[in-house]
């Protein structure tokens, strides 16, 4: 099992940044690939960012490209999500996962470990 626990969301401005961290822990970091998602009230929950085993591989969802930058520390059992720009419609819960097996980084249901979320809201 991994237990994956997120902090650093907040309420900020628009046109400011925030960054998410997720630490990991419970078993062996680097055997996962790592993605954030988000979910807005009323909305399914959609892909953010993810990262696969080698940090090489990157995938953006493209209404954050450019603005979102995933990473990870593998000796820190960590990932981050720094958000550069934040608009309104970045408001949403923001949930960090991680998967042991390949398949599609967009899709929620390949994602076996998932964080409780925290929270960003972005004011205009």
């Known amino acids: 099992q991994l237990q994956l626990v997120e902090s650093g969301g907040g309420l900020v401005q628009a046109g400011n940044s925030l960054r998410l961290s997720c630490a990991a822990s419970?078993?062996?970091?680097?055997?996962?690939?790592v993605a954030w998602f988000r979910q807005a009230p009323g909305k399914e929950r959609q892909f953010v960012a993810a990262?696969?085993?080698?940090?090489?591989?990157?995938y953006y969802a493209d209404s954050v490209k450019g603005r979102f930058t995933i990473s990870r520390d593998n000796a820190k059992n960590m990932v981050y999500l720094q958000m550069n720009s934040l608009k309104p419609e970045d408001t949403a819960v923001y949930y960090c996962?991680?998967?042991?097996?390949?398949?599609?980084?967009?899709?929620?249901?390949?994602?076996?470990?998932w964080g409780q979320g925290t929270q960003v809201t972005v004011s205009s």
């Open positions: 996962a991680a998967r042991s097996r390949y398949g599609s980084p967009f899709r929620t249901d390949n994602y076996d470990y």
């Open positions: 990262m696969g085993w080698s940090a090489e591989n990157t």
């Open positions: 419970g078993r062996t970091f680097s055997d996962n690939a």
